[in-house]
């Protein structure tokens, strides 16, 4: 019973991932319930579940690091900007 309330709540986690529009909100939501599927997939020894879900934990961790970095350099090119505007 509690294995499948865990494969419950991965499911309810990918699913309301994609109610939200911030795209870093499903990412973390999708990589969240993906890792639970791990878990499961652990649990239930699902093999192809394991391999799966862990693709998509790494996929949404490097995207998440990938947004984290464009974020950072758009932040440091408008900090530049308002600096020479300023001189």
């Known amino acids: 019973m509690l294995i499948e309330a865990l494969g419950i709540l991965a499911s309810i986690l990918i699913i309301c991932a994609f109610m939200f529009k ?3 909100i499903i990412r973390i939501l999708d990589a969240i319930g ?4 791990i878990l ?6 699902s093999f192809p579940n394991i391999l799966l879900n862990l693709f998509l934990v790494i996929i949404q961790i ?4 990938k947004l984290s970095k464009e974020k950072n350099s758009c932040s440091q090119d408008s900090d530049k900007s308002e600096l020479k505007n300023r001189q």
């Open 62 to 65: 490097y995207h998440l690091i």
């Open 34 to 37: 993906a890792a639970l599927y």
């Open 40 to 45: 499961y997939g652990v649990l239930i020894h």
């Open 22 to 24: 911030d795209i870093r």
